[in-house]
C-alpha cells in the first residue's frame, strides 16, 4: 500500500543526508565553491535528505550537468557559465516514485572555513546584523546560541524573498566569496533564501522552493512568531522547475555590488513607468498634503501624522507632536518654503517660515536643537528615552536644512538672523563634542550643555554634510576642516560595509537612513574638494550600500489586497531596515547627490536608482478626496510588501510629514534637473 504524506521521505533518510554526494566548481585554494549535492529534499519537519550527484558532467565551455535521485525523486542541475564569475543554473526535480509526498527543495552552496561569514541578504540582513548593545530585538546572527531573551539570535536564518530587496544571499571565506539569487515566485510559490554555519564554521547559502522562514518568523516585535514552514504535496510524475544564478567573487566586502547592479539590469521592467501622477503634480499634491493636514499656526509646527479616517478619528488620530527633523519639522518646512516660492503660494510661505522660525528659537541650555515638541509637554528631547540625550542625527539634519533654507532664502535678498544663529549654535555643539583623537562626532549631545555623550554608531554623519555647506556659506574653514576628519573617521563605517545608528528608534543597527546620510555627506565632501578621489570612492560605496535596501522587482500582491488592487509597484522603494521590514520613500531625501554623484562618476547606473526611487512614490500620493481612502495631498509612510507589522498588502492609513516632505522635496529639485524634464 502507497505510503501518503511525510512517511516515505522521512524513511528515506537512511541514505546521505545533507552534505553528501557533491560537486566542487572553485577549490580551496581559490576560495571553496561546493555544491553539497544536487538539491537537498525537505520533509515537513525541516529534515534534509540529500540528492548525491550520481553523475557530474564538466563541458569544455565550463559548463556543469549533475544529475541524482533519492527518496522517489530525481534532479537534474544544469550550470552555465555566464562571465565574471557568474552561472545561470536551472534544477529541474521530477516526483519519480509512485506515492505523493510533502516535500520542499534546498539548493545549497558551501565555502570554507571562516569566523566572519559577512553575511549579506539585501535589505533584511548585515554581517551580525544587530550589534549585541542594540536595544531593538530583530533577527541577529551569533555562531552558537547566545543568551538572548527575544529568541531572535541564531546560527542560522531563513526568509521569505519578499523581504528581500534582491531575492539574494552573500558571504565570503578567508579566501573569496559567493553569492546565490533568485526570483520572488516560481512554480512552488514564493521562494526563500537563507544560511547557516555548518560542519565547522563553513558558510553555507541557500535558496528554497517554497520559502521557509526559521528558526523564527519575525513580524516586528520583540516577540517572535513560530518558524513558518509551507509545505508542496507532490504527486506522481509531477515535475518543477527552479532557476537561480550563482555568482563566484573575491573576497573583498563590497563585491556584492557588481552583482546587484547586474540583477537590478536583469530584473527591469518594460512598460509604462509606474508612477500615477507627473513631478510637478506630485509637487502641487505634496505640498497641499503638507499645508493642509500636517500645519498648524498656533504654534507653527508640521504635525507628524495625520489620520486617513477624518470621521472615527479626527484630530485624535493625528500626532500632536513635531520633531525638529527626521519625521517631521525643518526639512520638510524648508521643502514647503521651496515651492511656496517657486508658485507664489504665500500662504504656504508664511506657514513655512514660522515653522522653521518656531524650531529655531527654542534651542536647548547647551545651544542645540530640541529634539521634539509636543503639544503636551512643549520642547523635548525626543524618542532617546533619556530627557538629557538629543540625537545626533536628528539635530544635524535639523542644522542642514534650517542652513539651507537659509542659503535659499538669501539668495533671494530675504534673511533670517534667528536661524543663522540656530545653525552656528548648533555647529559650535558640534565642533566642542567630536572627537579630539578618532574624529568621530557625537552620536548623541547633552541638553544641558551641549557636550557629547558618546560616539557609537554612525548618527553624526548627518552633521558632516551640514559643516560642509556651512562652511561654504559663513567662509569658515574650520567647520569644512571637522568635516574632513569626521569623513576620515567614518570611511572605516562606510568600507566595513556596516553603517548604524541614524534612526532615534533603531538603536546600533543597520538602516537605509545611514546610507542617505553617508551619500549627502561623502558626496558633498568631494564636491568641497577631492585631491586623490577617496571622497568620490566612499560616496560610491556609500551609494552601493544604499541601493542594497532598493528593490530591484515588484513584488507580486494579491489583487484583493489594497497595494494589488491598485497594482503598486515596488521597484524603486527601499526596505526601511532589517528591523523596520516596510517599504518607504526617504531615499528621495538625498535625490540630488545621487543625482550629481551619477555627474561625477559618469555613471547611469546611480541616476536609474534616484529615477525608479521618485517614479515609485508617486503613485499613492492621493489625487483626490477618498483616493485609496485618504484625502488629497496625503501620503503614507508604510506600504507592507512582506509579512512583518501587517499583512502583505495592506498600507498605514496613516499621512505623515517626512512622508509628504520627502516628496516635495525631491519633486522641487527634480524640477530644475535635466535629468527629470521628460516627467514633469
Known amino acids: 500500500m502507497p505510503v501518503s504524506s511525510t512517511d516515505s521521505l522521512a524513511s528515506a533518510i537512511a541514505q546521505p543526508r545533507c552534505g553528501h554526494g557533491g ?33 557530474v558532467v564538466t563541458g569544455a565551455a565550463g559548463t556543469v550537468h549533475a544529475t541524482g535521485s533519492a527518496g522517489g525523486f530525481h534532479a537534474d542541475l544544469r550550470l552555465e557559465p555566464a562571465g565574471h564569475g557568474r552561472h545561470t543554473a536551472i534544477l529541474t526535480v521530477t516526483r519519480a516514485a509512485p506515492d505523493p509526498v510533502v516535500a520542499g527543495l534546498r539548493v545549497e552552496v558551501r565555502l570554507g572555513p571562516t569566523d566572519d561569514p559577512g553575511w549579506l541578504v539585501p535589505g533584511v540582513f548585515y554581517g551580525q546584523n544587530r550589534l549585541p548593545g542594540s536595544s531593538r530585538p530583530f533577527p541577529r546572527f551569533a555562531p552558537a546560541d547566545d543568551d538572548d531573551p527575544t529568541g531572535l539570535t541564531a546560527p542560522a536564518w531563513s526568509f521569505r524573498a519578499d523581504r528581500c530587496a534582491t531575492p539574494a544571499v552573500f558571504a565570503r571565506d578567508r579566501r573569496a566569496g559567493a553569492a546565490l ?17 555548518v560542519d565547522d564554521n563553513h558558510p553555507a547559502l541557500r535558496l528554497h522552493a517554497p520559502y521557509r522562514e526559521e528558526p523564527v518568523s519575525y513580524y516586528g516585535s520583540d516577540r517572535p512568531r513560530p518558524a513558518d514552514l509551507p509545505e508542496h504535496r507532490w504527486q506522481p510524475g509531477e515535475r518543477h522547475t527552479l532557476t537561480f544564478t550563482l555568482h563566484l567573487l573575491d573576497a573583498d566586502p563590497h563585491a556584492y555590488a557588481p552583482v546587484l547592479r547586474t540583477l537590478h539590469t536583469d530584473t527591469a521592467r518594460p512598460g509604462e513607468a509606474a508612477a500615477w501622477v507627473g513631478v510637478r503634480e506630485a509637487a502641487a499634491l505634496s505640498a497641499e498634503g503638507l499645508h493642509r493636514w500636517h500645519y498648524r499656526a498656533d504654534p507653527p509646527v508640521l504635525l507628524e501624522t495625520a ?78 528615552g533619556d530627557a538629557n540625550k538629543l540625537h545626533a542625527r536628528t539635530l544635524g539634519d535639523a542644522t542642514l536644512f534650517v542652513l539651507r533654507a537659509l542659503r535659499a532664502e538669501r539668495a533671494r535678498g530675504v534673511d533670517h538672523p534667528v536661524w543663522e544663529r540656530a545653525v552656528k549654535a548648533n555647529l559650535g555643539a558640534v565642533l566642542r563634542g567630536q572627537d579630539p583623537v578618532a574624529g568621530r562626532l557625537a ?94 570612492d566612499l560616496a560610491r560605496r556609500s551609494a552601493d550600500w544604499t541601493l542594497t535596501f532598493r528593490y530591484t522587482y515588484d513584488v507580486r500582491f494579491d489583487p484583493r489586497t489594497l497595494l494589488g488592487r491598485y497594482g503598486f509597484r515596488t521597484r524603486g522603494a527601499d526596505q526601511a531596515s532589517p528591523s ?94 535635466p535629468e527629470f524634464q521628460e516627467e514633469l
Not at 25 to 51: I, S
Not at 377 to 383: E, F, L, N
Not at 477 to 489: I, K, M, S, V
Open 443 to 536: 552620536a548623541a549631545h547633552r541638553a544641558d550643555t551641549g557636550g557629547a555623550v558618546d560616539h557609537r554608531g554612525a548618527a553624526g554623519l548627518a552633521f558632516v554634510s551640514a559643516l560642509v555647506e556651512a562652511a561654504a556659506l559663513f567662509d569658515a574653514p574650520d567647520y569644512l576642516e571637522a568635516a574632513r576628519r569626521a569623513g576620515h573617521a567614518y570611511a572605516a563605517d562606510v568600507t566595513s560595509e556596516f553603517l548604524c545608528g541614524a534612526p532615534e528608534d533603531v538603536s546600533l543597527a543597520p538602516t537605509s537612513e545611514d546610507g542617505y546620510n553617508a551619500v549627502i555627506a561623502y558626496t558633498l565632501l568631494h564636491e568641497a574638494g577631492d585631491h586623490d578621489g577617496r571622497w568620490l
Open 23 to 55: 560537486f566542487t566548481l572553485r577549490d580551496a585554494d581559490d576560495g571553496l565553491v561546493r555544491f553539497p549535492y544536487v538539491v537537498g529534499l525537505l520533509a515537513a519537519d525541516g529534515t534534509c535528505l540529500a540528492v548525491p550527484a550520481a553523475s
Open 181 to 197: 539569487a533568485t526570483g520572488e515566485h516560481g512554480s512552488l510559490g514564493q521562494h526563500g533564501v537563507g544560511f547557516a554555519l
Open 580 to 673: 523596520n521590514q516596510h517599504l518607504h520613500a526617504f531615499g528621495l531625501i538625498c535625490l540630488p547627490e545621487t543625482v550629481r554623484l551619477a555627474r561625477h562618476l559618469g555613471d547611469p547606473y546611480y541616476l536609474r536608482s534616484a529615477r525608479e526611487n521618485l517614479d515609485c512614490f508617486r503613485q499613492f500620493v492621493a489625487r483626490a478626496d477618498g483616493d485609496f481612502n485618504a484625502y488629497r495631498g496625503m501620503v503614507s509612510e508604510r506600504f507592507y510588501q512582506t509579512d512583518c507589522f501587517q499583512a502583505k498588502g495592506m498600507l498605514l492609513t496613516l499621512s505623515h510629514a517626512w512622508s509628504a516632505g520627502v516628496l516635495l522635496y525631491a519633486c522641487e529639485h527634480a524640477l530644475g534637473l
Open 307 to 384: 489620520a486617513f479616517d477624518r470621521e472615527a478619528l479626527g484630530e485624535r488620530g493625528d500626532r500632536q507632536a513635531m520633531h525638529v527633523s527626521w519625521v517631521s519639522g525643518a526639512p520638510y518646512a524648508h521643502a514647503l518654503l521651496l515651492h511656496a516660492r517657486r508658485t507664489g503660494d504665500v500662504a504656504m510661505a508664511d506657514a513655512a517660515t514660522g515653522v522653521l522660525d518656531h524650531i529655531c528659537s527654542h534651542l536647548t541650555p547647551g545651544g542645540t536643537f530640541w529634539g521634539q515638541w509636543t503639544a503636551a509637554r512643549g520642547w523635548s528631547a525626543g524618542w532617546t
